[in-house]
């Protein structure tokens, strides 16, 4: 029989642990999936990308359970602003851009998708970004990208101020050198995204338990026990979905924590339509109205408190581009940590056998998380797949020497020994 979590059920079974500490008896026995043998996978978070990866699998027909410490999506996910931004940003390796423009195109049928499992709307939005340079190294900066993207065959239009003027009308009163249009650039509403996958994943039948914290991962021969803190449960994979957490002891690196602080105001009319990247700010108009400012970057800091110079700068900022919005209510503040690999490239694949981490996607994770999830179930059902470039198994993570290693030989990622 699968595991439930009914919120009484899970204070009994915490209840029944202690019992058995104080009187010295054996602890639970290891519990298994409905087939009475084990689950398929157990996944160690459940963020984006724990969610999504138990959504492709459990459509595929694997048992799945999801553990996370607290409610499903509550971690980096709550915080991110939606953005499906895969060409307003200068990413790590060609490998990494084309897999984060994969990963926005994959959302316009995937978004569906999920849709249609949950019933419930993601707010998927194509209005396209602009990208500003206020600078002439900026625009320098932004010539040089447009040219990349150019050369790989992904559009982008150069365009002056009176074509953000026309588009954006009160986005005439700063110094602009040079602006860009991204048409395909798109959105979601993180946090319906993340209800949506969630509810998809239980659909197709895969089970939850929240706020259950993962303690230790132990091989049994090529299958896993995963040790929670009132009882041991058999996997025949695991995936460490772990965010900024650590990763059990396991050779690979943590991640580095990066704060971003935001606002979302609500105008009564929204001045724009298409995401708006500035050199030190991002403005995402959303659906219901809102309009999200971020998002500012602290490396090393895991607190989510939100400074009042953080709020006063990125308002700041947001007005200087846009003047209206000084008069519109502030509806949130908040903070997120988001999860940095050191190279700056995500980890997805297997780290050893039937072990698998996904982690580090930073800026990227509502955008890359789709694909990442479909493409982690088609490594675990033996399937070719895109993700060697993420390889988990890299230690030399300055200078790439594990990608730069694989196409020089076109071996596979292999340990550092």
Same mark, same amino acid.
């Given at each position: 029989?699968? *595991?439930?979590?009914?919120?009484?059920? &899970?204070?009994?079974?915490?209840?029944?642990?202690?019992?058995?500490? =104080?009187?010295? &008896?054996?602890?639970?026995? =290891?519990?298994?999936?409905?087939?009475?043998?084990?689950?398929?996978?157990?996944?160690?978070?459940?963020?984006?990308?724990?969610?999504?990866?138990?959504?492709?699998?459990?459509?595929?027909?694997?048992?799945?359970?999801?553990?996370?410490?607290?409610?499903?999506?509550?971690?980096?996910?709550? +915080?991110? +602003?939606? @953005?499906?931004? +895969?060409?307003?940003?200068?990413?790590?390796?060609?490998?990494?851009?084309?897999?984060?423009?994969?990963?926005?195109?994959?959302?316009?049928?995937?978004? %569906?998708? *999920?849709?249609?499992?949950?019933?419930?709307?993601?707010?998927?939005?194509?209005?396209?970004?602009?990208?500003?340079?206020?600078?002439?190294?900026?625009?320098?900066?932004? &010539?040089?990208? @447009? %040219? $990349?993207?150019?050369?790989?065959?992904?559009?982008?239009?150069?365009?002056?101020?009176?074509?953000?003027?026309?588009?954006?009308?009160?986005?005439?009163?700063?110094?602009?050198?040079?602006?860009?249009? $991204?048409?395909?650039?798109?959105?979601?509403?993180?946090?319906?995204?993340?209800?949506?996958?969630?509810?998809?994943?239980?659909?197709?039948?895969?089970?939850?338990?929240?706020?259950?914290?993962?303690?230790?991962?132990?091989?049994?021969?090529?299958?896993?026990?995963?040790?929670?803190?009132?009882?041991?449960?058999?996997?025949?994979?695991?995936?460490?979905?772990?965010?900024?957490?650590?990763? *059990?002891?396991?050779?690979?690196?943590?991640?580095?924590?990066?704060?971003?602080?935001?606002?979302?105001?609500?105008?009564?009319?929204?001045?724009?339509?298409?995401?708006?990247?500035?050199?030190?700010?991002? @403005?995402?108009?959303?659906?219901?109205?809102?309009?999200?400012?971020?998002?500012?970057?602290?490396?090393?800091?895991?607190?989510?408190?939100?400074?009042?110079?953080?709020?006063?700068?990125?308002?700041?900022?947001?007005?200087?581009?846009?003047?209206?919005?000084?008069?519109?209510?502030?509806?949130?503040?908040? +903070?997120?940590?988001?999860?940095?690999?050191?190279?700056? =490239?995500?980890?997805?694949?297997?780290?050893?056998?039937?072990?698998?981490?996904?982690?580090?996607?930073?800026?990227?994770? =509502?955008?890359?998380?789709?694909? %990442?999830?479909?493409?982690?179930?088609?490594?675990?059902?033996?399937?070719?797949?895109?993700?060697?470039?993420?390889?988990?198994?890299?230690?030399? %993570?300055?200078?790439?020497?594990?990608?730069?290693?694989? *196409?020089?030989?076109?071996?596979?990622?292999?340990?550092?020994?």
């Amino acid at each position: 029989m699968k *595991l439930q979590m009914p919120g009484q059920q &899970e204070q009994l079974l915490s209840q029944e642990f202690f019992m058995r500490m =104080i009187h010295g &008896e054996p602890p639970l026995p =290891i519990e298994k999936g409905a087939d009475g043998n084990m689950y398929d996978v157990v996944i160690a978070g459940a963020g984006v990308n724990g969610l999504s990866a138990a959504y492709h699998l459990a459509s595929r027909g694997a048992e799945v359970l999801i553990l996370d410490e607290r409610e499903a999506g509550k971690g980096a996910s709550d +915080a991110a +602003a939606g @953005m499906l931004g +895969a060409q307003t940003e200068k990413h790590q390796t060609k490998e990494l851009f084309h897999f984060a423009v994969e990963g926005r195109n994959y959302f316009e049928s995937f978004s %569906t998708q *999920l849709e249609e499992a949950s019933q419930q709307s993601v707010h998927y939005r194509k209005e396209g970004a602009w990208k500003l340079a206020f600078t002439s190294e900026e625009k320098g900066d932004l &010539e040089e990208l @447009m %040219t $990349f993207h150019r050369k790989e065959g992904e559009e982008v239009i150069a365009a002056d101020r009176s074509d953000l003027v026309h588009a954006v009308p009160e986005a005439g009163a700063f110094h602009l050198e040079g602006a860009a249009f $991204f048409p395909h650039e798109a959105q979601v509403d993180a946090r319906r995204y993340v209800s949506a996958l969630k509810k998809a994943a239980l659909n197709n039948g895969a089970v939850l338990l929240e706020y259950t914290s993962v303690k230790d991962i132990k091989r049994r021969g090529e299958n896993w026990t995963v040790v929670t803190e009132d009882r041991e449960l058999s996997a025949g994979k695991v995936i460490l979905s772990h965010g900024t957490g650590r990763s *059990l002891g396991y050779a690979m690196p943590d991640m580095i924590p990066v704060k971003g602080e935001c606002v979302a105001v609500k105008p009564k009319v929204q001045p724009f339509i298409s995401t708006i990247v500035a050199p030190q700010i991002y @403005m995402v108009p959303k659906k219901d109205g809102r309009i999200i400012i971020g998002a500012t970057e602290t490396e090393g800091d895991y607190t989510k408190t939100v400074r009042a110079g953080a709020v006063s700068w990125l308002i700041e900022e947001a007005c200087r581009i846009i003047p209206s919005l000084r008069e519109a209510p502030v509806q949130e503040i908040w +903070a997120g940590v988001r999860p940095k690999s050191p190279d700056g =490239i995500p980890f997805a694949g297997e780290l050893e056998k039937n072990l698998y981490v996904i982690s580090g996607h930073y800026r990227n994770g =509502i955008l890359m998380s789709g694909l %990442t999830g479909k493409e982690i179930s088609r490594s675990i059902f033996g399937e070719n797949n895109e993700l060697y470039f993420m390889c988990p198994k890299r230690r030399n %993570t300055n200078a790439h020497s594990y990608e730069r290693e694989r *196409l020089r030989t076109g071996s596979k990622c292999k340990d550092d020994t």
